[in-house]
């Protein structure tokens, strides 16, 4: 199994964004650093839906 791990991270392969994708992930970033208090848990968002 260990092998298979290996593999994986010794590819590396990174998916190309569209330009909105981008924008998208560079909002939340920033947002991130304004305040980074103000952020929801992982579980907090799942139990949201």
Do not use: F, P
């Not at 593999?7 to 650093?33: H, K, R, W």
Request: glycine share 2%; net charge negative; proline share 0%.
């Amino acid at each position: 199994m260990q092998a298979v791990w290996d593999s994986i991270t010794a590819e590396q392969v990174y998916l190309d964004l569209t330009n909105a994708q981008q924008q998208e992930l560079d909002c939340g970033v920033d947002a991130y650093d304004t305040d980074a208090q103000n952020v929801l848990a992982w579980d907090e968002v799942e139990s949201s839906n």
